[in-house]
């Protein structure tokens, strides 16, 4: 009987924990850049989409920097550049490949020149 009881409460110790343990879902990204200067920052698996975009403006580090993407839960982003970073383009595709050529194809149809990929990641 008090084998049973102790193997009872041995399971109900370790079931709190796994309880405790599991992280809440980090779902939310954001891209921002700066206009005149060229600057960027990112965030990914933020707790909030606000979290995220706070991040990012943090990150560019410039006064002119506005949030021009954000994506949600499993999404992907990218964005290019020019050289100069002064023309951008950016994409939220599922998948990180598919959202890197969508950034690439809406960077060079600002006849900006070749354009870079300076980043694309995804959220969990």
């Known amino acids: ?16 924990v796994q309880l405790t343990a599991v992280p809440a879902l980090a ?4 891209i921002a850049w ?3 200067t060229g600057k960027r920052g990112w965030s990914w698996n933020q707790q909030t989409q606000s979290r995220a975009d706070e991040v990012a ?8 920097c506005k949030v021009i ?5 499993r999404e992907c982003a990218a964005l290019a550049t020019n050289e100069a970073g002064k ?3 950016a994409a939220r595709r599922k998948d990180r490949e598919a959202a ?3 950034a690439l194809k809406d ?10 990929v300076r980043v694309t990641d995804c959220n969990k």
């Open 34 to 36: 700066d206009k005149e």
């Open 57 to 64: 403006l943090s990150e560019c580090g410039a006064t002119g």
């Open 87 to 89: 023309y951008v383009g």
């Open 107 to 116: 960077c060079e149809k600002g006849k900006a020149g070749e354009c870079i």
């Open 1 to 16: 009987m008090r084998r049973a009881t102790l193997a009872a409460a041995a399971l109900l110790g370790l079931g709190s």
């Open 69 to 73: 993407m954000r994506t949600g839960r």
């Open 100 to 102: 890197r050529l969508a």
């Open 27 to 30: 779902e939310y990204g954001a």
